[in-house]
């Protein structure tokens, strides 16, 4: 018998392919349990994605906030990569929509100012990040 739990967690591509063995061996109720623990671990894992680009986000938009002399063009990009990536997630499955990244926010959020912190060497005070500065504010070095 099968641990597809396990086996789910560990690789999807064994997980896939104990599935079509048990499909092939007219196991359909095994292939059934199979796939569905590979799309729970499918999902898990594009939730994890979706937190660590926008904890990176976060954490990019916060070095922005508190150290305005060190702004790089590094910082633009990464953030405008993270939102991309953000995006294309998002596109590719669309349950992972505002109102997911929403719940998770103030956890990443936390995350993310402790990223900066350890970054920067410096205590950063507890701050807030909206929506609008998160994903619509354009994040550009000016040169003067």
Known sequence: MVNWHDLATTSH???AVAVQH???AGDTEQAGIGIEELVEALARADRRALESY???LM???IKWRVQPE???PSWAATIRTARRQIARLQRDTPSLNRRVIERMWDEV???ACDEAESELNRRIPPLSLSWEEVFETAYAVQND
């Open 54 to 56: 926008l904890m990176r």
């Open 13 to 15: 591509y064994q997980t």
């Open 70 to 72: 060190r702004r790089s």
């Open 22 to 24: 048990s499909l092939a």
């Open 109 to 111: 959020l936390l995350d």
């Open 59 to 61: 954490q990019h938009i």
